[in-house]
C-alpha cells in the first residue's frame, strides 16, 4: 500500500545547527503538508506544497517538493530550543482522496 | 472560534469493554478525519468522513472499530472489546471544503486510551 516514509526518524541537533527532515512517497504526489507537533500536543499545520520544484520559507524554516512530486524536505537553519518536536509530512497521492502522514522525525534540540 | 474538541480527554477501561470517543469539528468544516498515535510514533489513518459521502473506512484495523457522524457534525468512534493493543492516543481532525486533503487539518487534543 500506500506509504510515506520520513528520515531520519530521530534527530539531535546543538542549538544553532541546522536540521533537515526528508519526505519521501513511492508514488506521485499531488500536495504534501508538512505539520509539527510538540511533546504532549496535537499535531499543527505548517504548510502546503502543491507545485513541482515548490520553495517555500517561514522564517527559519524552508520547505521544498521535489521536481517528481515524490518527495519534500524541510529544513531549519540555525535550530532553537522552540523548535522541539516531532516534524510530519503528509501527503496525497495523485487520484487518492485521503492525506498520508509520514512517520515524523523527532528533532532534539541542545541547548 | 473554538477549535475541534474531543472527548473524554482520558479513558482508562479492561480488556474486552467496549468504548465511545467523541469528536466535535470546527464549525463549517466538511471533512472529519479519526487517526491514532501509538506512544512515540506516528499518525495511523483509521476513518475519513467528506460531508454526507460515504466514509473512507480503509484505515480502520478491525471489525471492532467503527465510527458515525451524525448530522455531519459531531463524531463517534466505537472500539469494541478492547484489546491492550488498542492502547493510544486518538486524534480527531477537521477540514474545510471539498477536495478536503488540498485544506489544512485542525486536530483536537486527543483521547488517550488505556486498557488495562
Known amino acids: 500500500g500506500q506509504q510515506v516514509m520520513q528520515i531520519p526518524q530521530y534527530q539531535h541537533v546543538q542549538e544553532g545547527e541546522d536540521f533537515t527532515t526528508y519526505c519521501n512517497s513511492s508514488?506521485?504526489?499531488?500536495?504534501i503538508q508538512w505539520y509539527k507537533q510538540r511533546p504532549g500536543g496535537h499535531p499543527v499545520f505548517l504548510i502546503q506544497?502543491?507545485?513541482?520544484?515548490e520553495v517555500k520559507k517561514q522564517k527559519r524554516l524552508t520547505f521544498q517538493f521535489g521536481e517528481a512530486k515524490k518527495n519534500s524536505s524541510l529544513h531549519i537553519t540555525a535550530t532553537q530550543t522552540t523548535d522541539v518536536g516531532t516534524y510530519f509530512c503528509?501527503?496525497?497521492?495523485?487520484?487518492?482522496?485521503?492525506?498520508?502522514f509520514g512517520t515524523g522525525t523527532r528533532l532534539t534540540v541542545i541547548p | 472560534g473554538a477549535g475541534v474538541s474531543q472527548s473524554p480527554s482520558n479513558k482508562v477501561t479492561e480488556k474486552g469493554k467496549d468504548v465511545e470517543l467523541r469528536c466535535d469539528p470546527i464549525?463549517?468544516?466538511?471533512?472529519l478525519y479519526w487517526y491514532r498515535q501509538s506512544l512515540g510514533q506516528g499518525l495511523e489513518f483509521l476513518i475519513y468522513?467528506?460531508?454526507?459521502?460515504?466514509?473512507?473506512k480503509s484505515g480502520l484495523p478491525s471489525d471492532r472499530f467503527s465510527a458515525e457522524r451524525t448530522g455531519g457534525s459531531v463524531s463517534t468512534l466505537t472500539i469494541q472489546r478492547t484489546q491492550q493493543e488498542d492502547s493510544a492516543v486518538y486524534l480527531c481532525?477537521?477540514?474545510f471544503g471539498q477536495g478536503a486533503p488540498l485544506y489544512e487539518q485542525f486536530f483536537g487534543p486527543g483521547t488517550r486510551l488505556t486498557v488495562l
Open positions: 468522513f467528506q460531508g454526507n459521502s460515504a466514509p473512507d
Open positions: 464549525s463549517g468544516h466538511t471533512a
Open positions: 481532525a477537521s477540514s
Open positions: 506544497l502543491v507545485k513541482s520544484g
Open positions: 503528509a501527503g496525497r497521492p495523485t487520484g487518492a482522496n485521503n492525506l498520508f
Open positions: 508514488t506521485t504526489l499531488s500536495n
